[in-house]
């Protein structure tokens, strides 16, 4: 691979969807965080779909919530006190659920009974019996359901997934994944609460476990080793993808530090380096054996939008899932997360131990 043939196939990697070429549909939002600042405010001003109403138990934090992050749509937006009035209201096309991962499950089978369409934030739900129900649920109903993984709609990954797919490093041999972040916070914090399923995993290694799985598929075998905090959830976890045909993934996630967020893609003729934070808009570089150099720029992008956007298209063409983020590939997430809890012995409160 000489330097000049990567710089021409520099200019032939795909270009992910324009979000605000995707159809306008109508969001309601469950849970006023932070996570549903950001993606708020990406629908607002990246795509042409609008925030129409907000779901929260602080009727003041809901209002406040619409004014920082709706622009000219705050105005208009209605504020519901209780999840079940925003799921019930009919001007809503779809909701967006971002309450913690120990209520995901209960809030989408709330929305998905009252026939709204769902995007659930990552982790999906708690584990894999919780997230069949949901799409057992949503099958029942005829409505969309996908988890907002929101690193598969990303204009980098489409890109980095086409270089592989063209075979520019050959034969893939292993990845390499991290998302480390250092967090001081109280022991009631959701972060670190086992009743709101806190921890590492769920929050932060979901990242490097489905860009696991998004490059290589469903692995043949896991080992995981981890640390618990004083509460009891997951504060560190190291992991080993196996996979036939000697390739493997190393994959890592703490609470207790920063760590690079980067990622890395070796194959037989080259290898591919994600720019921390990985999982996020970012610039990659492939280098080929002879150390020939292509590089992908990052983009000016916020990023949620294509997720968003992604919805509004499956729903307006009827459809019940994303391709890019199916049932099956939660599932099979999840499936690996719940034998990465079950080899450092995490259960939280309310569920059954994992398979």
């Known amino acids: 691979m000489t330097e000049s043939s990567v710089a021409q196939n520099a200019q032939n990697v795909p270009a992910s969807p324009a979000p605000l070429e995707a159809p306008s549909i109508r969001w309601g939002i469950l849970g006023a965080g932070g996570i549903a600042s950001s993606f708020a405010h990406a629908v607002t001003t990246e795509t042409s779909s609008h925030v129409v109403a907000i779901g929260s138990r602080d009727p003041q934090r809901?209002?406040?919530?619409?004014?920082?992050?709706?622009?000219?749509?705050?105005?208009?937006?209605?504020?519901h006190a209780t999840y079940e009035a925003l799921v019930a209201d009919p001007e809503i096309d779809a909701v967006y659920v971002a309450t913690p991962h120990?209520?995901?499950?209960?809030?989408?089978?709330?929305?998905?009974?009252?026939?709204?369409?769902?995007?659930?934030?990552?982790?999906?739900?708690?584990?894999?019996?919780?997230?069949?129900?949901?799409?057992?649920?949503?099958?029942?109903?005829?409505?969309?359901?996908m988890e907002a993984m929101w690193t598969r709609f990303l204009p980098h990954v489409a890109a980095l997934r086409a270089v592989i797919a063209r075979g520019d490093i050959g034969d893939v041999v292993s990845l390499a994944a991290d998302h480390g972040q250092f967090f001081d916070v109280p022991v009631e914090h959701r972060l670190v609460n086992r009743d709101l399923a806190g921890g590492a995993l769920l929050d932060l290694g979901v990242y490097p476990v489905s860009f696991a799985h998004d490059i290589l598929g469903v692995p043949a075998s896991i080992t995981a080793v981890g640390q618990l905090t004083e509460t009891g959830v997951d504060g560190q976890?190291?992991?080993?993808?196996?996979?036939?045909?000697?390739?493997?993934?190393?994959?890592?996630t703490t609470l207790w530090a920063k760590t690079p967020t980067t990622a890395t893609i070796s194959g037989t003729r080259g290898r591919i380096e994600v720019d921390g934070n990985f999982y996020v808009p970012t610039s990659f570089r492939v280098i080929g054996l002879d150390g020939s150099t292509l590089t992908y720029e990052r983009p000016s992008i916020t990023g949620l939008e294509f997720e968003a956007a992604e919805v509004a298209r499956r729903i307006t063409a009827?459809?019940?899932e994303?391709?890019?983020?199916?049932?099956?590939?939660?599932?099979?997430?999840?499936?690996?997360?719940?034998?990465?809890?079950?080899q450092i012995g995490l259960v939280y409160p309310g569920e059954s131990t994992p398979r």
């Open 237 to 252: 976890i190291s992991m080993i993808f196996d996979y036939p045909g000697n390739v493997q993934a190393l994959l890592h």
């Open 322 to 342: 994303s391709e890019r983020m199916s049932w099956q590939g939660t599932l099979e997430v999840l499936r690996s997360m719940d034998e990465i809890r079950r």
């Open 102 to 145: 120990s209520h995901h499950h209960e809030h989408a089978l709330l929305a998905i009974r009252a026939g709204k369409n769902v995007l659930v934030e990552k982790a999906f739900t708690r584990n894999e019996a919780e997230a069949e129900e949901v799409f057992a649920a949503a099958r029942e109903q005829g409505v969309f359901v």
């Open 62 to 79: 809901a209002r406040t919530f619409a004014d920082t992050n709706l622009g000219e749509d705050a105005a208009g937006v209605r504020i």
């Open 318 to 320: 009827g459809q019940t």
